[in-house]
């Protein structure tokens, strides 16, 4: 039976119809100038400039609809052309090694009558954006709502969309919605649900003793204490795909950590830390941040600290955290490149690492595959093409069904496994990188 693949003309399809579903308005463009727009994009991708991919980000907004005076961090900086150039692959792939993927976008607009795009110019954006999806807190610089964004991310791979929402993505010859981001499941955040709320006590406790003594600490928003503590995991993960040898991190039930990793457990860890203050520094950094956090909000007279306070807020302890989180995210990453996996609990402490999944573990011949955040809509695969790293960390998850497991493969891609309503169950993670 024969393969249909997809190209530019499907992807333009289904971005009108993504656009029109998820923005609730119409896409101010005709179908031949969208498939235009696309078509250059595409060409582009199968390029190269020496011996490097190209990789461009293009914004679909005449040079009118941003502010000249704004500029990075948290603006974009509009360059414009005296006169604007054709939009060509030949010219993406010049522009590309100026326009840096994760600081600039190129600007297109209509040039003339004919409808045809041309380039006016370059967008200076910095790099925020994509450090908050490696856990930074911003600012970030986005495009209008309104403009058409298109990631050129590799060969034949674009990812369309609005503003700084992705609405479609086309890969290998498929056009589809676009990767999860799994931190934004409610799944994942439930498995750290009592976690969470430990460190929440833990600070309200701190919070009361510094206000009797005369200091005055602001409120933190839920999203702020989420996103503190996920900081870490983002930026290891990131690190992973960066460094490109592969690994695996397991978070274990912080209730059965000692069992499973001892005796007849099901994990053997060659590099077992000793317990202490040491093994529990990320802990102690996520509850410094949310204190200093809570601690520059009161200076600033702000009642609630929610994550767009977060990113304005300017404090050196704020500064110094952030870099402690860092570093322990590239240790977790170097860690991961040894053999074995890195093993952690849900309350944030690190067991050690270049542990063997070994023991009486169950035969999984089929796990599933979820095509949604929450796995509602998941599919059944045997596993033939799986390797060894992950099929362990399958039978790891069916043995100890409270275990996150996190898979970074050589080439980049990440997967989320967890025993999900009593199935073994994957999800592949969309990650953007600063380099690769």
């Not at 199968?46 to 461009?56: K, N, Q």
């Not at 102690?284 to 807020?313: E, F, K, N, P, Q």
């Not at 609990?345 to 070994?358: D, H, P, V």
Request: aromatic share 6%; hydrophobic share 45%; with cysteine.
């Amino acid at each position: 039976m024969p393969i249909h693949y997809a190209y530019p003309p499907q992807l333009a399809q289904f971005v009108r119809y993504a656009w029109e579903a998820g923005v609730g308005a119409t896409l101010l463009m005709e179908q031949a100038q969208l498939e235009h727009v696309l078509s250059v994009a595409y060409q582009a991708s199968l390029l190269r400039d020496e011996d490097r991919p190209v990789r461009v980000r293009i914004v679909a907004a005449g040079p009118e609809e941003f502010d000249a005076r704004q500029g990075p961090p948290s603006g974009l900086q509009p360059l414009v052309f005296d006169e604007p150039i054709p939009y060509t692959p030949e010219e993406l792939r010049r522009l590309a090694v100026a326009a840096k993927y994760h600081r600039a976008l190129v600007g297109v607009s209509p040039l003339g009558g004919d409808g045809r795009y041309g380039i006016w110019g370059m967008l200076q954006s910095g790099p925020g954006w994509i450090q908050m999806a490696q856990g930074g807190r911003g600012p970030a610089a986005s495009p209008p709502a309104s403009a058409l964004l298109v990631r050129v991310l590799g060969p034949g791979r674009l990812a369309v969309g609005c503003g700084a929402n992705t609405l479609a993505e086309l890969r290998g010859g498929i056009v589809g919605a676009p990767g999860m981001d799994l931190f934004r499941s409610e799944w994942v955040a439930a498995l750290f649900a009592s976690s969470r709320a430990e460190l929440a006590l833990l600070h309200a406790a701190a919070r009361s003793e510094a206000e009797a003594a005369g200091e005055r600490w602001a409120d933190l928003g839920p999203d702020v204490i989420q996103l503190v503590s996920q900081a870490m995991v983002r930026r290891f993960l990131a690190a992973m795909v960066t460094a490109h040898h592969g690994g695996t991190v397991i978070v274990l039930p912080s209730a059965t950590a000692e069992e499973d990793i001892r005796g007849a457990g099901p994990l053997r860890l060659k590099y077992a830390f000793r317990d202490g203050e040491a093994r529990k520094r990320y802990r102690g950094l996520i509850l410094g941040l949310m204190r200093a956090i809570a601690r520059a909000g009161g200076a600033d007279g702000v009642t609630l600290v929610d994550r767009d306070t977060y990113a304005s807020l300017r404090d050196h302890d704020l500064a110094s955290l952030r870099d402690a989180i860092f570093e322990m995210s590239q240790l977790i990453a170097s860690l991961s490149e040894l053999d074995g996996a890195v093993v952690m609990t849900k309350r944030f402490e690190l067991l050690g690492f270049g542990a063997e999944i070994m023991g009486e573990l169950p035969d999984v011949r089929h796990v599933a595959h979820a095509l949604d955040l929450e796995g509602e809509d998941k599919v059944r695969e045997p596993l033939v093409a799986d390797g060894t790293r992950h099929r362990s960390a399958y039978r790891l998850c069916s043995r100890v069904p409270d275990t996150l497991a996190l898979v970074v493969s050589q080439d980049g891609g990440v997967r989320f496994i967890a025993n999900h309503r009593g199935e073994v169950t994957f999800w592949d993670h969309t990650i953007e990188v600063l380099d690769g």
